[in-house]
């Protein structure tokens, strides 16, 4: 089945700094990527689409400047949390929109990041 | 966004059926209904898929109703792997964005 990656798995960053966090799709090509944030005990809430080429939508009430995101080929979108705060701190995780069957989406692991 | 609505939580015995059930009044003609399930600090996992007619699978069964208003996720011996939060899916109408709901906690006892 098609498999989608993120790095790190985790990671703990000092407020003020900036992470990113790759997402990658191994074994199919994805025009379409997709940034979650999820707190917890909360639902999935999208965040940005990410479309190779172009520039990334944003969901409202998403800061496009805090929350970087390039999608330099077909399998691969990255998401930068700039000058981070605690109030970041969740899992982030991200699908690809797969252009085989019926467009459905497959989800990477999540990547949960700790603000200090 | 096209609004779908399941029960916080539910219960089942191990390697009993399991019916998941979803309400999704307002969605469009075209709209495919998806599953997904997550178990904690993982990402959601695809379970299965369908726009008018049944569905089944190797992991479960989607019944759709007639009017397409509801639908139900059938899990046809639950295993305490089964354990998870699952989410009926609706995109957003002209789109192919997701729009998660709350999702149905499935806890699946010994």
């Known amino acids: 089945g098609a498999v989608v990656s993120q790095h790190p798995s985790w990671v703990i960053c000092k407020s003020g700094t900036s992470v990113k966090i790759e997402c990658r799709s191994l074994?199919?090509?994805?025009?379409?990527m997709f940034w979650y944030r999820q707190f917890p005990k909360q639902s999935l809430m999208l965040m940005a689409t990410?479309?190779?080429?172009?520039?990334?939508?944003?969901e409202q009430g998403v800061e496009k400047d805090k929350f970087l995101i390039n999608h330099a080929s077909l399998t691969l979108s990255t998401l930068t949390v700039t000058s981070a705060h605690p109030e970041d701190s969740s899992f982030y995780i991200c699908?690809?929109?797969?252009?085989?069957?019926?467009?459905?989406?497959?989800f990477g692991p999540g990547t949960r990041l700790t603000v200090l | 966004d096209a609004k779908t609505t399941q029960p916080n939580s539910m219960e089942s015995n191990e390697e009993e059926p399991v019916h998941l059930p979803c309400n999704h009044s307002t969605i469009s003609g075209t709209d495919y209904i998806h599953w997904y399930r997550q178990l904690p600090s993982q990402g959601p996992e695809y379970v299965i898929h369908g726009l008018t007619s049944n569905v089944n699978n190797r992991m479960a069964s989607l019944a759709i109703a007639e009017d397409r208003k509801s639908s139900t996720l059938i899990l046809h011996r639950a295993t305490l792997r089964d354990a998870a939060v699952y989410y009926c899916i609706l995109p957003r109408a002209g789109t192919y964005k997701y729009i998660f709901g709350t999702g149905t906690r499935l806890k699946v006892l010994a």
């Open positions: 074994d199919f090509q994805a025009t379409t």
């Open positions: 699908s690809a929109r797969s252009l085989d069957g019926y467009n459905e989406q497959f």
């Open positions: 990410s479309n190779e080429g172009s520039k990334a939508t944003y």
